[in-house]
Antibody
Framework: QVQLVESGGALVKPGGSLRLSCAAS????????MTWFRQSPGKGLEWVSYINSGGDTTAYADSVEGRFTVSRDNTKNLVHLQLTNLRIEDTAVYYC??????WGQGTRVAVSA | DVVMTQTPLSVSVTPGQPASISCRSSRSLLQSNGKTYLSWYLQKSGQSPQLLIY???KRFSGVPDRFTGSGSETDFTLKISRVEAEDVGIYYC??????????FGQGTKLEIK
């Protein structure tokens, strides 16, 4: 069955960086686009980024454009989200999602001084 | 960006009774291919969102048939024919017409009376 396991969430200071990873299994990873969504405490859902199956096309929400970078390794079934210049408002649970159908359990990012 | 608006924001239902949630988009979600890109998700407490309905009315694998999606263009409805205790959570509609820029409604909290 489809499994997505996120890791890398942590408590960081404003301006800091983190690298989130998502390990995928149970499907042919290289055939699917991947997305990242986030959910701030007590808030709704927000799309963050997209990467196509081959890894050569990406897209970002305006709120993270220029600060976050998504990448993937189809040989290791991994997708990464590099977060830089973090802001307090980036505090959220970050979800790795296959297409928009299968969601991981999420990893928490807290940005605080 | 397409703005999604859900009503009501909360609903309390007696088990066995029906429930209905509405979602309105700021522009038509009908694409030239004839598909209408509106999905519904349920997020149970402490869990990641799970897909219920995609392309307005198609039930995702394993979703009970008491869940029905309907609508067109800008107005959509999720109906639960007979609410069960396990249906408690927050329901979100999401548009994917502007792929890969996905946007969600604010969420509707369903509680049991």
């Amino acid at each position: 069955q489809v499994q997505l396991v996120e890791s890398g969430g942590a408590l960081v200071k404003p301006g800091g960086s983190l690298r989130l990873s998502c390990a995928a299994s149970g499907f042919i990873f290289s055939e699917y686009y991947m997305t990242w969504f986030r959910q701030s405490p007590g808030k709704g859902l927000e799309w963050v980024s997209y990467i196509n199956s081959g890894g050569d096309t990406t897209a970002y929400a305006d709120s993270v454009e220029g600060r976050f970078t998504v990448s993937r390794d189809n040989t290791k079934n991994l997708v990464h989200l590099q977060l830089t210049n973090l802001r307090i408002e980036d505090t959220a649970v970050y979800y790795c999602v296959r297409s928009v159908r299968f969601w991981g359990q999420g990893t928490r990012v807290a940005v605080s001084a | 960006d397409v703005v999604m608006t859900q009503t009501p924001l909360s609903v309390s239902v007696t088990p066995g009774q029906p429930a209905s949630i509405s979602c309105r988009s700021s522009r038509s979600l009908l694409q030239s291919n004839g598909k209408t890109y509106l999905s519904w998700y349920l997020q149970k407490s402490g869990q990641s969102p799970q897909l219920l309905i995609y392309e307005t009315s198609k039930r995702f694998s394993g979703v009970p048939d008491r869940f029905t999606g309907s609508g067109s263009e800008t107005d959509f409805t999720l109906k639960i024919s007979r609410v069960e205790a396990e249906d408690v959570g927050i329901y979100y509609c999401m548009q994917s017409l502007q792929f890969p820029l996905f946007t969600f409604g604010q969420g509707t909290k369903l509680e049991i009376k």
